[in-house]
């Protein structure tokens, strides 16, 4: 609910964008002039997170790229949510009062899937569902967006990044096409990226988190980027990311998040970032020169 009334918030401010934007996108990559903007876990801040509602929201704004979070059922089904219960975003506990902690990975998917994913949002999208992965990169391909895949907790799930290429594959999101030009893997669990990197290192990967500037360059043996909090990076932090070359032997990239204010956008595109993550992409893609 918190990134609908952001997202209000500053769509007040778009006009001012524009007046900033020479100093936004100064020392923005090289390669695109302006950062890619992907929206965080769809276009979150009007639809339901995680849903199809919110890729089809990001399509109908114009967004390329999307990002998810991929977890697995107690039957083994990959399916696409944030949280690693099932509280916040659905009515699982009325559905299955007896069932706390109410954690992803006790549910099958066709428990899951009887679940109401949209009404906490709004009323609007009450029956919105959990989708399994399958489901989300069919909506994904329909659209023909781009994806940033992650790997949500993979310790609970030992096998995860082996069995999500096998369901992207399945896909048809492995072939050259798609893994040179629409894919990204990311994750905070730094073991899980470079499993990823050892299974296909042709795919683009990203690791969460703000790395100490000393440990980058091991970093930049199994990952592409360095994803950062944008509340955590600076100036000289991104400089100090692009100046490596990751395993593809390409300069090392950042796309931070969340970002969805104008301010932040204005900020962290000044800062030379290759991509922006948010949850209202269209605020975020105006003040950075895309709207």
Known sequence: MYARVA??????????????????TAHADSTTDEPVVVAHRGASAYAPENTLAAVDKAAELG??????????TKDGELVVVHDTTLTRTTNVEEVFPDRAPWNVADFTSAEIAKLDAGSWFDAKYAGA??????????????????LVLELKAPDLYPGIEKQTLRELRRSGWLDRQHVKR????????????????????????GFLGTPAVADLPEYAKFADQINSSHTTISADYVSAIQSLKGPKNKPLEIYTWTV?????AVRVAAYGVDGIISN???VVGTAVGKG
């Open 182 to 205: 629409k894919l990204v893997i990311q994750s905070f669990d730094a073991a899980s990226v470079r499993t990823v990197h050892s299974l296909r290192p042709d795919i683009k990967t």
């Open 63 to 72: 967004v390329r790229w999307v990002e998810n979070d991929v977890q697995r």
């Open 260 to 264: 969805d204010d104008i301010p932040n």
């Open 129 to 146: 569902r959990v989708p399994t992965l399958e489901q989300y990169m069919n909506r994904v391909s329909r659209h023909d967006q781009k």
């Open 280 to 282: 209202a992409p269209d």
């Open 7 to 24: 997202a209000a918030g500053t769509a007040t401010l778009v006009g001012a964008a524009a007046l900033l934007l020479p100093a936004a």
